[in-house]
């Protein structure tokens, strides 16, 4: 079995920012291990601009954000295995992983950074009802074989769930000859990015239908036509509002799962709402040098953020590597007030620097206050004139502050104004 | 000139050509479908039954409980997962017990061994997850779980490899009498025999009026089912059946050999033969019903919903007989059919013997078919001799069930042989696990069109008018 410093599983944007963090924080040895034959993840398919706003101030389309940081990995000669199967991590950081040139093999690493990503819901789990014609996949999928293989799979399509690569795919189909009728989403709201809806929606006069969902699959060996309807308040259809379109494909865009079938071998404790694990400020998991990052930890609407906090993990594990652990001087809970939905990190467990916490509201709502709570007491407090569950929020807490909290748990919510 | 021609290659007449194989004959299965197992043997809760449903003295009865005896062999055999799990008829209240009573008597007298009725505190050690109304449940240990369409296409392939014929997409039109052979048609095909057998699923009634049968007739039954994710595989551990009642049968939950969790069926009854849509009302009413019996059961983890189409005989019984010369009638075979199929091919054999059919010993018989899983139950060691050799053994294209190259390439290559992505999945697991298919589709239908040397967009998801993809973008 080898030995190496730092495994890194996964070579998206997470895994390779990880990395240089990592290397830049003194450790040397470390392996990327990713299944695909290149590095850059999924951003390798996302052909359209809008990456790297953030972080290179300049708009980038998803290769050209992944090839900055794969020059990065190559500058600095960090190893890289590429179409390699990782298929199991024990809690005693134990990889076994599969590919072409070395078969099954082993390494004991001494940590390890979960960078999986994350995978679309499909339609099982949507439970849609009907037959099981070609024609139905998710949107990843179509655009896999637009934009990797080269194929069109469908020329009428309606597209379920307005999450973002749903809406990035209408206008790619729509750029392809393929006519999109309608995007259906079952929420009050869209889960995508505004100005996706904009760009990719409004400017192609596709209709968003808020509050609609698919009851029905049409067609024997193709999609033929979906059957739609309104929903109710308690997202339940209502049938007498349904609708019959026809169309050959039906996308599905209907949120993200992280992929964390490793992590669950390992034992990680799973944090029920982002399907991620429970991390702290360093990102790492309840099994001791192990962290995750990115998609995997929870769904991130933007890559930058998903490099700032691969950023966090890397440095997280140099430091775990370079001191044999951490010096944990608290343990302090993030709890859920009003209208958030959850939080990264969900515990704090060093005083000495500041937080950055993220976290998700659950609703659509337009001039508010959020605000960090010490019990009564207000720790942080700030202004927005909207927020939605589409777009991830964060707040900075101070060091000074963590090291003044007196009832062990920082609770983070959403007022109402007005 | 065929010697037996066996229309349907579902379990039934897939076991009967496997049986035939022994023999040589010239040996043609047809089916109408682009691939075998596609009727009622390709979506069912999978149960090898232990024999106490059926009334005593009908060929269900029989059948049922000497296919669940000789099911471990023939599975060993054709490499086949088989998991002898136990099931457990569960009563929700007192009034209950005396249905439970008289299944476990029936089961006696149809020759299933070691029946028990066991009480709410050992049922519950059994299965934890139960709900807390349990009273008592009739424990039938020999009961087992299979996976309908391995063990189909198993049972197929090893008859091809032993010499059988398969010709898919042939749907049988009519059928002549000429002399003493048969002419079976379908649109733009001939083939002619001396035996046929109708193993022709729901529509084995059609088939029969085809040559003036009109004795019996089937009605089409669907019964709608929810997988859940491995993660839950292991909320149950035995098949456990609900009492029947005056309310109907109820729905069972069970753990598949692949290691999921199954829940349904539900029945209804419908005109169209071919209807395997899932409903909306369906889908609920499996939630609710499991729900009442499992209250902890994670319904958020289903993976994917199916539907299959039960033949249900006008006669009440399985349909095992000669119906005219040289033609033998396997119709009507609702449950137990899964489990009774091993049992019936060799008598169905007996019976064409006795109408003339000569059986003469095939010598290069082989009863062993290689397991289509060999590849992922092997040691490390193992396993990196495989990939020295080939390499695409080392290559994973569907991530969620650890599905690898090699074993998407041997599927196309094996009897029967695979050539759409569903085909592929069936036989490799490819695109079976919780992402069902979002990431390694793409994969698959570049592989098929490769070893199959077809354009990539002629590759179909089940054959027929499923294309994929509409040829290459702008
Ligand atoms: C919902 C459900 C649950 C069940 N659960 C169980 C269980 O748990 N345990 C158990 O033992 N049994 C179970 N069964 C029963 C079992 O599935 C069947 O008894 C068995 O699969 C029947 O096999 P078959 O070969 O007769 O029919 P099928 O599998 O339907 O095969 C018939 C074949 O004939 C072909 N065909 C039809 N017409 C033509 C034509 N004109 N030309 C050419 N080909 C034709 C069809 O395409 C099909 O492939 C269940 C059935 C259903 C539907």
């Known amino acids: 079995m080898r030995n190496i410093d730092l495994v890194i599983i996964g070579g998206g944007p997470a895994g390779m920012s990880a990395a240089v963090s990592a290397y830049n ?76 040139e070395n078969g099954v093999f082993q390494i004991q690493a001494k940590a390890v950074v979960m960078a999986m990503g994350c995978r679309e819901r499909s339609r099982g789990a949507l439970n849609i ?41 209408a206008r790619r189909m729509t750029l392809e000859g393929a006519k999109v009728i309608t995007v259906c989403e079952l929420m009050p709201y869209s889960g995508g990015l505004t100005r996706n809806i904009v ?58 799962i992280p992929e964390n079938e490793l992590s669950k071998g390992a034992s990680i404790t799973l944090d029920r709402v982002t399907g991620g694990a429970v991390v702290d400020q360093r990102r790492e998991t309840d099994k001791k040098g192990i962290f995750a990052c990115g998609n995997v930890l929870h769904v991130h609407d933007l890559v930058d953020y998903v490099s700032e906090e691969a950023e966090i993990a890397g440095k997280g594990a140099a430091e775990y590597i370079q001191n044999d652990g951490f010096n944990k001087n608290c343990d302090i809970k993030m709890t859920l007030g009003d209208c958030v939905r959850y939080t990264v990190p969900q515990h704090i467990t060093s005083n000495e620097n500041d937080v950055k916490i993220y976290f998700r509201v659950s609703d659509v709502h337009k001039d508010v206050t959020v605000e960090a709570k010490d019990g009564d007491e207000v720790i942080f407090s700030r202004k927005k004139q909207r927020v939605a569950p589409g777009e991830m929020e964060s707040i900075l807490i101070k060091s000074d502050v963590l090291k003044n909290i007196k009832s062990g748990a920082i609770t983070v919510g959403v007022k109402l104004n007005g | 000139m065929y010697d037996v021609v066996i229309i349907g290659a579902g379990v039934v007449g897939g076991f009967i050509a496997r049986e035939l194989s022994r023999y040589k004959l010239n040996i043609c299965l047809l089916e109408k479908e682009n691939d075998v197992a596609m009727g009622a043997s ?95 449940a009739l424990y039938a240990p020999t009961a087992g779980i299979v996976c309908p369409y391995e063990l189909t296409i ?26 003493d052979f048969y002419e079976i048609s379908s649109e733009n095909e001939t083939v002619e025999c001396k035996y046929l057998v109708n193993a022709a699923g729901v529509h084995s009634d059609n088939i029969a009026a085809l040559i003036g049968d009109t004795s019996f ?26 009492c029947p009642t005056s309310m109907g049968k109820g729905i069972l939950v069970s753990p598949t050999v692949d290691g999921n969790l199954i829940l349904g069926p539900t029945s209804v009854n419908i005109d169209d033969k ?16 499991t729900l009442a019996v499992m209250p902890k059961a994670p319904l958020r983890s289903v993976i994917t919903s199916f539907c299959g189409v039960r033949a249900v005989p006008s006669t009440g019984d399985f ?27 060799p008598y169905v054999v007996e019976l064409l013997k006795g109408m003339g059919l000569s059986l003469e010993e095939n010598e290069s018989f082989n009863p062993i078919r290689k397991p289509a899983h060999l590849f992922r139950e092997m040691s490390m060691e193992d396993k990196n001799k495989v990939i020295a050799e080939n390499p695409k053994y080392g290559k994973v294209v569907c991530r969620c069930e650890t599905v690898t190259e090699g074993e998407i390439v041997e599927a196309i290559h094996t009897n029967p042989k695979a050539t759409s992505v569903d085909a592929i999945k069936r036989r490799t697991r490819s695109g079976m696990g919780r992402c069902q298919g979002g990431f390694c589709a793409p994969t698959v239908v570049e592989i098929l069109a490769r070893e199959l040397d077809i354009p990539f967009e002629a590759v179909t998801k089940s054959g027929g008018n499923s294309i994929i993809n509409y040829g290459r973008i702008k």
Not at chain 2, 331 to 336: K, L, M, R, T, W
Request: charged letters at 25%; aromatic letters at 6%.
């Open chain 1, 25 to 100: 924080s003194g450790i040397k040895d470390i392996l990327i291990l990713d299944r695909e034959p290149r590095l850059g993840g999924i951003l390798q398919q996302c052909i359209h601009n809008g990456f790297g706003l953030h972080r290179f101030k300049e708009e980038l389309t998803g290769p050209e954000y992944s090839w900055k940081y794969e020059q990065m990995v190559n500058e600095l000669k960090i190893p890289v295995m590429l179409g390699t199967m990782v298929l199991d991590v024990t809690e005693d950081k134990i990889i076994t992983a599969m590919n072409e």
């Open chain 1, 129 to 169: 009802a009907g037959m099981r014609p070609a024609g139905i996949y998710t949107a990843g999928a179509a655009q896999k074989f637009v934009n990797i293989k080269g194929y069109l799979p469908g020329k009428k399509v309606v597209i379920l769930g307005s999450g973002d690569i749903g809406l990035i795919m």
């Open chain 1, 199 to 256: 760009q990719c929606l409004n400017d192609f006069d596709i209709p968003l239908k808020l509050s609609h969902t698919v009851v029905k699959i049409h067609g024997k060996e193709r999609v033929e036509g979906v059957t739609i309807a309104k929903v109710d308040k308690s997202l339940k259809p209502i049938m007498e509002t349904a609708e019959y379109i026809e169309c050959d494909t039906l996308l599905l865009s209907c949120g993200l």
């Open chain 2, 42 to 136: 390709r979506a069912n809760s999978g149960i090898v039954h232990a024999g106490f449903d059926a009334l005593t003295g009908t060929k269900k009865a029989e059948f049922n409980v000497l296919g669940a005896k000789i099911m471990k062999r023939v599975t060993d055999e054709l490499g086949v997962k088989y998991k002898n799990n136990g099931s457990l008829v569960v009563a929700y209240s007192e009034e209950e017990l005396p249905t439970l009573q008289k299944l476990y008597e029936r089961g006696v007298a149809n020759g299933v061994e070691n029946l028990q009725i066991i009480d709410k505190a050992k049922l519950l050690e059994l299965e934890p997850n139960l709900t807390d109304s349990a009273v008592a």
């Open chain 2, 154 to 179: 198993a049972a197929v392939g090893n008859a091809m490899d032993n010499g059988a014929e398969l010709k898919l997409d042939f749907d049988v039109k009519s059928i002549r009498r000429n002399g």
């Open chain 2, 217 to 242: 007739n089937v009605t089409a039954r669907k019964g709608e089912y929810l997988l859940l994710d491995k993660e839950f595989g292991t909320m149950a551990s035995h098949t456990i059946f609900r």
């Open chain 2, 274 to 289: 071919d209807n395997n849509e899932t409903t909306p009302e369906g889908l609920s009413e499996i939630m609710s019903k």
């Open chain 2, 319 to 345: 349909i095992i007989e000669k119906a005219a010369d040289g033609f033998v009638n396997c119709a009507g075979i609702e449950s137990p059919g899964l489990s009774s199929a091993p049992a019936i091919a």
